[in-house]
């Protein structure tokens, strides 16, 4: 088993597509944050007091009751008044980069980084039927479900690592950028560990695509089987059909991971809101953070036992 996990690692490592992610990632990075620091500056103090001064009377009038309806509960995902005002009075300085935003941009950068470990995975998950080289790696270890097994094994690896190291490029980065033509005023306690915390998820989610799309590379033998049938499922059922029918959305894995990334559940968008943003009645829940993970984990397994069943049983020529 220690020879497979190192032949499949050595695999994954040759593969031409690993250098050209990491390099075409970086430089990515480095282009988009040059690009937002030309377009930012640093605020004067003058302007760091006005947007403190603001901050604190728009905080004080929160509490005060002013930003919620008579008898308006607090929306969900907030456990007190405090935090919710903290949220609807944040301080603002008129500045491109600040460095508050960091957990932020993660997550908006969160579809790249997810499609990047797909595509990872697809090709490493591939590569072996396109080059016809299978029959030849079933010659040396001819069990199959063991080969599978650490082929996912080795994908996950590598899709986390990749993963990870092109988030943490891209907070350096940030940080630096913010650090030279940025603030980091109004930045909240604890925000770099919300940042981290961040990052682990949307490369836990990008694993989990990865072993989807290794799984349907198995099935289809083909990398290109693989992406096809993604793009296909995230632009013909969850873009169209999820859009006729909200109500399967705790049903679908592309939701799930959105959930699981943002830690902010789906609502019934049909729920009625006061002109203050609030309703006394807080809206039905559709995608809960438990059950994402719950979603998810069922795609993962049920999608790899598939995979499974299919190379163990059916021909490779």
């Not at 930003?67 to 944040?90: H, K």
């Not at 990749?162 to 030279?180: D, K």
């Not at 925000?191 to 836990?204: C, E, F, I, K, P």
């Not at 793009?231 to 959305?249: H, K, T």
Request: hydrophobic content about 55%.
């Amino acid at each position: 088993m220690i020879d497979l996990f190192r032949s499949e690692l050595l695999r994954a490592r040759s593969r031409r597509v690993l250098p050209m992610m990491l390099v075409g990632g970086v430089l990515l990075i480095v282009v988009a944050m040059v690009i937002a620091g030309a377009n930012s500056h640093k605020p004067t103090q003058s302007q760091i007091a006005s947007a403190d001064a603001a901050f604190k009377k728009a905080f004080a009038d929160c509490m005060q009751g002013q930003f919620l309806g008579p008898g308006a509960q607090l929306p969900p995902g907030y456990t007190s008044l405090e935090q919710f005002c903290a949220d609807q009075a944040p301080p603002h300085v008129d500045t491109g980069l600040q460095f508050r935003d960091v957990a932020l941009l993660l997550q908006h950068t969160s579809t790249f980084v997810v499609l990047l470990g797909v595509a990872l995975a697809a090709s490493l998950g591939g590569a072996d039927w396109s080059a016809g080289t299978m029959t030849t790696l079933l010659t040396w270890e001819p069990r199959r479900v063991r080969v599978l097994l650490i082929r996912a094994l080795v994908v996950s690896l590598v899709v986390a690592i990749v993963t990870l190291f092109l988030q943490g490029v891209l907070l350096a980065a940030f940080s630096l950028a913010v650090a030279l033509r940025g603030t980091s005023f109004g930045a909240p306690p604890g925000l770099v560990g919300t940042a981290v915390l961040t990052g682990l998820r949307v490369s836990t989610v990008a694993v989990g695509f990865g072993l989807v799309a290794l799984a349907i590379a198995t099935i289809g033998r083909s990398t290109v089987a693989a992406l096809g049938v993604l793009f296909g499922y995230l632009v013909l059922f969850e873009g169209v059909i999820a859009g006729l029918r909200p109500s399967i959305q705790d049903r679908l894995l592309v939701r799930a991971g959105g959930v699981i990334v943002s830690q902010q559940p789906i609502y019934d968008q049909n729920a009625s809101f006061s002109s203050g943003g609030l309703s006394n009645q807080l809206p039905k829940v559709l995608l809960g953070l438990t059950e994402a993970w719950v979603v998810a984990a069922v795609y993962v397994v049920v999608l790899m036992v598939l995979a499974l069943f299919v190379f163990r049983t059916r021909d490779v020529n």
